[in-house]
């Protein structure tokens, strides 16, 4: 859904409230952006699409 919604141009950035941990692999969806540790292990994720 992420995908459809970026190559769409829905999404201009998207924030995600992970808790605690995400694993994964795979092809690379966001480039490095602001990453905020909040309390009781919380993390704000926020990213913008990779350009191309």
Known sequence: ???SLLAAD???EPQL???PVVWGRGKKVF???NHAALEKG???LRYQP???
């Open 42 to 44: 919380v993390a704000l």
């Open 31 to 33: 480039d490095d952006q």
């Open 10 to 12: 829905l999404v201009d």
């Open 17 to 19: 409230l992970v808790h």
């Open 1 to 3: 859904m992420v995908r």
């Open 50 to 52: 990779k350009k191309g």
